[in-house]
T-cell receptor, first 116, second 113 residues
Framework: GAVVSQHPSRVICKSGTSVKIECRSL??????MFWYRQFPKQSLMLMAT?????????EQGVEKDKFLINHASLTLSTLTVTSAHPEDSSFYIC????????????FGNGTRLTVT | GESVGLHLPTLSVQEGDNSIINCAYS??????FIWYKQESGKGPQFIID?????DKRQGQRVTVLLNKTVKHLSLQIAATQPGDSAVYFC????????????FGTGTRLTIIP
């Protein structure tokens, strides 16, 4: 079945550094990918919608200069957390949808980011 | 409905019993609803979905009920097993435009052996 892979699954970084998270669709072409953030014991909050070959659409309150999204191909989207701070520590999850009407949405297994 | 940072409600059920998890949504324009299961440290896993032209849909051991009048969605899990212990989220999507999902608050289900 279709699989979405995220890498890394866990990352620890120092405050002020940048971290890149990759989201890959392994056996289908994803025209659209979504990035979510989930704090402990809370729901998934959509951060941005990423369309291949165009700029991402960010949700209200999400800083586009801080959370850089690149969707350079139909199988890869990246989220870069720039100048990370401890409050950016969270569980980041991507999802991808294939081409065609009624294509299902597939989720990655998330990336646990800890900023020290 | 939209999550506003609330702590997760919890539900404990004896193994073998049936469980019902509820979800209220607020967007009248939503026409597609999905239930997801999320285990610790993992991404959401699709369980079952339903479109707004239906009020009930059944899967293997799971049933989703949709009441559009009161904007309420429920997930029934029959004959619960220890592996059903997880956090369950409902998600909704609008009829037109983009494919983005809005997730509900979530419910932590614990199956008691």
């Amino acid at each position: 079945g279709a699989v979405v892979s995220q890498h890394p699954s866990r990352v620890i970084c120092k405050s002020g550094t940048s971290v890149k998270i990759e989201c890959r669709s392994l056996d289908f072409q994803a025209t659209t990918m979504f990035w979510y953030r989930q704090f402990p014991k809370q729901s998934l909050m959509l951060m941005a919608t990423s369309n291949e070959g165009s700029k991402a659409t960010y949700e209200q309150g999400v800083e586009k200069d801080k959370f850089l999204i690149n969707h350079a191909s139909l199988t890869l989207s990246t989220l870069t957390v720039t100048s990370a701070h401890p409050e950016d520590s969270s569980f980041y999850i991507c999802s991808a949808i294939g081409q065609g009407a009624n294509s299902p949405l597939h989720f990655g297994n998330g990336t646990r980011l800890t900023v020290t | 409905g939209e999550s506003v940072g609330l702590h997760l409600p919890t539900l404990s059920v004896q193994e073998g019993d049936n469980s019902i998890i509820n979800c209220a949504y607020s967007n009248s324009a939503s026409d597609y609803f999905i239930w997801y299961k999320q285990e610790s440290g993992k991404g959401p896993q699709f369980i079952i979905d339903i479109r707004s032209n239906m009020d009930k849909r059944q899967g293997q051991r799971v049933t989703v009920l949709l009441n559009k009048t009161v904007k309420h969605l429920s997930l029934q899990i029959a004959a619960t097993q220890p592996g059903d212990s997880a956090v369950y989220f409902c998600a909704e999507k609008e009829a037109h435009g983009n494919e983005k999902l809005t997730f509900g608050t979530g419910t932590r289900l614990t199956i008691i052996p």
